[in-house]
């Protein structure tokens, strides 16, 4: 019974490019949440997803950021054209439902703009 | 956006001691999580509270919801190596439209002395 799996761990990109990171949720679980961590820092939400819809992104900058989450396949995390104060590490959580039962997180990704 | 205040930010106990960290929030929470953070990994959850005044115990841990839901309170009895790591709180909002979305304190970073 895998758990919560991102990939990758780690991911270096030069700013101007565009990271992608991926989440493949707990197995039955239909909601992903995401949320970025700054070092020294808490978790800050980001965006909440279910199959095909986006929930609650309350959480996401306007501009570059993007998340998707397709019938078929992993959730999706986007960032175009990343700056140096996107290095943080992303964490995505999954849940069967909604509420926080069996709410769960992944060991995250680390992404670092060079 | 709504922060959660938690202290001491660190602390540095011997090995037998107990320990004692809490969170507050200007806000009402209708459920509080306390979370451990190993480093290059996701947290992992500890103790959930679902009920003001509510008690609860996990082996070594115990964690309490405050009568007033704005603070709560993680003890670690007889501590061990293995207890080193970052330990967060995390509040949910009674906003029912801000479901899954986890508000984090800032971590309190233990660190023991065999």
């Known amino acids: 019974n895998a758990g919560v799996m991102q990939n990758p761990r780690h991911l270096v990109r030069r700013r101007g490019q565009e990271a992608r990171l991926r989440c493949s949720p707990m197995?039955?679980?239909?909601?992903v949440y995401w949320y970025r961590q700054l070092p020294e820092e808490g978790l800050k939400f980001m965006v909440y997803?279910?199959?095909?819809?986006?929930?609650?992104e309350s959480g996401m900058p306007k501009e570059r950021f993007s998340a998707e989450f397709p019938k078929e396949g992993p959730s999706i995390l986007r960032i175009q054209q990343v700056v140096r104060g996107d290095s943080a590490a992303y964490f995505c959580?999954?849940?069967?439902?909604?509420?926080?039962?069996?709410?769960?997180f992944g060991s995250g990704t680390r992404l670092t703009v060079v | 956006g709504q922060q959660l205040n938690q202290s001491p930010q660190s602390m540095f106990i011997q090995e037998g001691e107990d320990v004692s960290m809490n969170c507050t929030s200007s806000?009402?929470?209708?459920?509080w999580l306390w979370y451990k953070q190993d480093p290059g990994e996701g947290p992992v959850l500890l103790i959930a509270?679902?009920?003001?005044?509510e008690l609860t115990s996990n082996g070594r841990l115990t964690a309490q919801f405050g009568i007033t839901r704005k603070d709560s309170f993680l003890n670690i009895s007889a501590s061990i190596p293995s207890d080193v790591g970052i330990y967060f709180c995390?509040?949910?909002?009674?906003?029912?439209?801000?479901?899954?979305?986890?508000?984090f304190g800032k971590g309190t970073k233990l660190s023991v002395k065999p």
């Open positions: 806000s009402i929470f209708n459920t």
């Open positions: 959580a999954s849940s069967p439902g909604l509420g926080l039962y069996g709410y769960t």
């Open positions: 995390a509040g949910q909002f009674s906003d029912g439209g801000s479901q899954g979305n986890l508000i």
């Open positions: 997803l279910q199959k095909e819809n986006i929930i609650d």
């Open positions: 509270l679902y009920k003001a005044g």
């Open positions: 197995k039955g679980h239909s909601h």
